[in-house]
């Protein structure tokens, strides 16, 4: 396909410009299908890796209770540590929830793709 335009130059005669040719092709199931499961590898190793930063965060939570533990009183910078801490945690927090919700909007799909499949089926 292409796009041809005229200009309404009625004193000059009218001019044409022509686009380059543009070419559409759907995709196949196999390839929506695809691109769906690598869609979900790819959030399936977001999810891996939030788990291991969850790892090294609860390692600076022990680290810092520990610290806590050992000082008599605690200062302005341990606070800010803790709160900073506890951001952080929140964040990874916010971030899992969308990677899962992420996982289970594709799975969604796919099972919604499967079900219309079934009814092309029947028919």
């Known amino acids: 396909m292409y796009f041809k335009v005229f200009d309404n130059d009625a004193v000059n005669g009218n001019k044409s410009a022509k686009s380059k040719v543009f070419n559409y092709r759907q995709k196949t199931e196999d390839e929506v299908e695809e691109e769906l499961l690598q869609e979900q590898r790819n959030t399936i190793n977001d999810l891996e890796n939030s788990i291991q930063k969850q790892k090294k965060q609860q390692d600076q939570l022990e680290t810092i209770q520990q ?48 079900e219309n499949l079934q009814e092309k089926k029947k028919t």
């Open 67 to 114: 610290d806590l533990q050992n000082k008599k009183s605690i200062n302005w910078n341990d606070k800010k540590k803790v709160e900073s801490f506890i951001k952080r945690q929140e964040q990874y927090k916010k971030m899992m929830q969308r990677q899962t919700d992420k996982l289970q909007e594709n799975l969604d799909e796919k099972k919604e793709e499967n």
